[in-house]
């Protein structure tokens, strides 16, 4: 595709409610609007699901010619659609349910939307993911699956941890192996909750498996993507969508 091809306007959100295991998942579908078939990516939200941010970042991909699907990572405990506010009740409800919700659970939603792709009309079959925080750690996760063939991921959590799911024992590092996508991953040095032990944890980990990677550390606090909040870093966060759109567009096209 040209240049031109790549930046475009974009339809109007819509969603589809697609069927998994544990019930139906809301689905935040964002298209280019221009004629042909396009790849879809999962984007995988923070802890507060389908918020204003994150429908933002979903239309800076779906505008450089991604078919985006933004499913709800907690819909069996929530009502369809909806979202958290950036407050301290809300994060804590995220935090409880990241902990509630099985792991297989998490996987079997990325197989629906993967499948989703695989029969969706403007889709190619190519598909990518992209996530935030926890997101961050689900994108990775689906990557795991054959289809995918490459991943954005904003500090993800959890992974060093080994604390994403019920029982807060997850087997991410384990299965690093099983990553045949480029992996694009971004950290920030200021984070907290991923020391820079935990990221050298990873980077060890995914370096033994021969993934291929590129790997990003910039100075900035967690949640600096977000374009809500004093965390906030805007000139990072117009680098680093251009290198998450310019990375998904080289190896999905």
């Not at 941010?53 to 009502?79: F, K, N």
């Not at 297989?104 to 598909?127: L, M, N, P, Q, W």
Request: charged share 25%; proline share 5%; hydrophobic share 40%.
């Amino acid at each position: 595709m040209t240049p031109s091809q790549l930046s475009m306007r974009i339809q109007a959100p819509s969603f589809v409610d697609l069927e998994t295991p544990t019930g139906p998942m809301r689905t935040h579908l964002f298209r280019p609007d221009g004629p042909g078939r396009y790849p879809g990516v999962i984007l995988y939200s923070e802890i507060y699901q389908m918020t204003a941010p994150i429908a933002r970042t979903a239309a800076v991909l779906a505008g450089h010619g991604l078919l985006v699907a933004v499913p709800d990572v907690y819909h069996e405990y929530t009502e369809l659609g909806e979202s958290f506010a950036y407050d301290k009740e809300g994060t804590d409800r995220g935090n409880r349910l990241k902990i509630e919700k099985e792991i297989a659970a998490y996987d079997a939603d990325a197989r629906s939307v993967i499948d989703f792709f695989g029969s969706d009309e403007g889709c190619t079959g190519k598909v990518g993911t992209v996530g935030i925080c926890l997101g961050g750690h689900l994108a990775f996760r689906a990557a795991m699956n054959e289809e995918v063939k490459a991943g954005v991921c904003f500090y993800a959590t959890d992974i060093h941890k080994r604390s994403l799911g019920k029982g807060m024992h997850d087997n991410s590092l384990d299965r690093i192996p099983e990553i045949q996508a480029e992996m694009l991953m971004i950290w920030g040095r200021q984070d907290p909750h991923i020391p820079a032990e935990g990221r050298r944890m990873i980077y060890d980990a995914m370096t033994a498996a021969g993934v291929s990677f590129s790997w990003h550390e910039f100075n900035g606090e967690h949640a600096f993507m977000r374009d809500e909040g004093h965390r906030y870093d805007p000139e990072l966060a117009l680098l680093l969508n251009s290198m998450a759109c310019q990375h998904l567009n080289r190896h999905l096209r």
